[in-house]
């Protein structure tokens, strides 16, 4: 592991048990190696599991763990091996403490980053971790991207952390190239939604918008439930049409009036109330994920 810790691009590895191989563009990957094949020995099976959490938390670093993964256990297999005979236990409770002191160690020779300096730095580091991926040949423009999303939100938070998932969306988008990809700053993108007569006559371009997040439906639909009315007359029935108008339109107006300029709802958005938001110049888009 110590010599191919990083094999050449390109270097194929084959499959257990199956008759095929992978073939990775930048095999540098230590997660690659080991989620290739089926592990059964032990200590990879570990080692695996390692990469596996280091890439979902960090994205990179998983040859690293791999490495350090394998020292250590190959440090602690003397320990267990029958002539020694210690006990597991105190095993675990030297690992927790030697963690322990190098968590210690790493705040000591940590250094305060200036704030004059802290972007370079940033983009540095995204550089690093990108020249191991697909992206390695556009690294420099993408690092600029993730570090601007990371010090725009930070900005907003406690700019001690910030949850990329929860804040930060991704849309993928067919065709094109890399250089292509672009940052919404301070906005939200979504792909078109469905949309009904009268969507072509909404503005597309809002200054200052207002905009009122919805979670309900607004168009007409036949009752979910079971339900049974009984009418005696046309009046009567005309009276419930005249009824279900007047709750759908009241809360058009609603929307009216407190000065919304965008309305954004993740359920259905029917064709009487995107006319409707169309005639008042008001930009409507229902089932936004």
Do not use: W
């Not at 993964?69 to 030297?94: H, N, S």
């Not at 439906?217 to 009824?243: C, F, Q």
């Amino acid at each position: 592991m110590n010599r191919g810790g990083q094999p050449i691009p390109q270097q194929r590895m084959p499959q257990m048990g199956l008759k095929m191989v992978t073939t990775t563009n930048h095999s540098a990957e230590g997660g690659n190696r080991h989620n290739a094949r089926k592990i059964s020995d032990p200590q990879q099976y570990i080692r695996m599991l390692g990469t596996i959490s280091q890439d979902a938390q960090v994205g990179d670093g998983t040859t690293t763990v791999v490495l350090l993964a394998g020292a250590i256990l190959g440090e602690i297999k003397e320990l267990i091996e029958e002539e020694r005979g210690e006990d597991v236990r105190e095993i675990i409770r030297g690992l927790e403490e030697g963690k322990r002191e190098a968590l210690k160690r790493l705040e000591q020779i940590s250094i305060q980053v200036e704030e004059d300096t802290k972007r370079d730095l940033l983009q540095k580091c995204a550089e690093t971790t990108l020249s191991s991926k697909v992206v390695s040949s556009h690294r420099q423009f993408f690092a600029k991207l993730a570090v601007d999303v990371v010090l725009r939100m930070a900005s907003y938070g406690s700019g001690s952390s910030v949850d990329l998932e929860k804040l930060v969306g991704i849309k993928k988008i067919p065709g094109g190239a890399m250089q292509d990809s672009f940052l919404i700053d301070g906005g939200v993108g979504f792909a078109k939604t469905f949309s009904y007569a009268g969507f072509e006559q909404q503005p597309k371009h809002i200054t200052n918008p207002k905009i009122a997040c919805l979670n309900i439906e607004l168009e007409l639909k036949a009752e979910k439930d079971n339900a049974e009315v009984r009418v005696g007359a046309v009046a009567d029935y005309s009276r419930i049409v005249d009824a279900e108008y007047s709750i759908i339109f009241s809360k058009l107006q609603a929307l009216v009036d407190m000065g919304a300029t965008v309305v954004l709802s993740k359920l259905p958005i029917g064709d009487l109330a995107t006319q409707f938001f169309a005639d008042r110049n008001i930009f409507c888009a229902g089932r936004v994920p």
